[in-house]
Nanobody, 125 residues
Framework: QVQLVESGGELVQAGGSLRLSCAAS????????MAWFRQAPGKEREFVGS????????NYASSVKGRFTISRDNAKNTVYLQMNSLKPEDTAVYYC??????????????????WGQGTQVTVSS
């Protein structure tokens, strides 16, 4: 089992920055990749970006590419989501997820086995 705990969500003004953290514990050696998803009110949960645990290769949704950066600290078993130039449409609950494998489904919820509880990000205009 892998446990994930997100933190860092808060209210921020448009154009501002925020960094989310996701701390993993348990069988972290089994993690192949981690990702961030988000879910806005009334919308489906969507892929934000991912990072491979070994090697650090990243992928991003087009809506956040160039503004968001995912990084990891393997020693701390923590993944970060640095969000810059925030827009009101970035308002959502942000979820961290861990996957034990990698493939075409790694851009969807089905590609991940463990999930955090979510952290609220609100961007005011």
């Amino acid at each position: 089992q892998v446990q994930l705990v997100e933190s860092g969500g808060e209210l921020v003004q448009a154009g501002g920055s925020l960094r989310l953290s996701c701390a993993a514990s348990g069988r972290t050696f089994s993690i192949y990749a981690m990702a961030w998803f988000r879910q806005a009110p009334g919308k489906e949960r969507e892929f934000v970006g991912s990072i491979k645990w070994s090697g650090g290769n990243t992928n991003y949704a087009s809506s956040v590419k160039g503004r968001f950066t995912i990084s990891r600290d393997n020693a701390k078993n923590t993944v970060y989501l640095q969000m810059n130039s925030l827009k009101p449409e970035d308002t959502a609950v942000y979820y961290c997820a861990a996957g034990l494998t990698w493939g075409s489904i790694s851009y969807t919820e089905r590609g991940y086995d463990y999930w955090g509880q979510g952290t609220q990000v609100t961007v005011s205009s």
